[in-house]
């Protein structure tokens, strides 16, 4: 099996930044890499981004692109979000997932099916 955890703080004020961590334990080398989700209340999970371990393939939601980055450090297996120029519209909580099937195009690495396992989500809230 394959435990995620995600942790960093959870409250910010809007143009602020804030990095996520999802620590990866267990089998991980039976992952193709990491994705983070998001899912608002009220709303329904949505793609955010994505890294292979390899760090060859990094996609983004049209959303988040330009102010959020993903990455990935093999010997900790760990991969970070860093979010900057952070907005209300960010709120939700956050998710990140081991994917478990290859992934070629970005509609592959959106679809959440391909991600075998998941950690338990961290609240993000940009208020103020």
């Known amino acids: 099996q394959v435990q995620l955890q995600e942790s960093g703080p959870g409250l910010v004020k809007p143009s602020q930044t804030l990095s996520l961590t999802c620590t990866v334990s267990?089998?991980?080398?039976?992952?193709?890499?990491v994705g983070w989700f998001r899912q608002a209340t009220g709303k329904e999970r949505e793609f955010v981004a994505a890294?292979?371990?390899?760090?060859?393939?990094?996609h983004y939601a049209n959303s988040v692109k330009g102010r959020f980055t993903i990455s990935r450090d093999n010997p900790k297996i760990t991969a970070y979000l860093q979010m900057n120029s952070l907005k209300p519209e960010d709120t939700a909580v956050y998710y990140c997932?081991?994917?478990?099937?290859?992934?070629?195009?970005?509609?592959?690495?959106?679809?959440?099916?391909?991600?075998?396992?998941w950690g338990q989500g961290t609240q993000v809230t940009v208020s103020g």
């Open positions: 997932a081991a994917g478990t099937r290859y992934m070629h195009e970005i509609e592959d690495y959106r679809n959440e099916d391909n991600y075998g396992y």
């Open positions: 267990g089998r991980h080398y039976i992952t193709y890499g």
């Open positions: 890294i292979t371990w390899n760090g060859e393939t990094i």
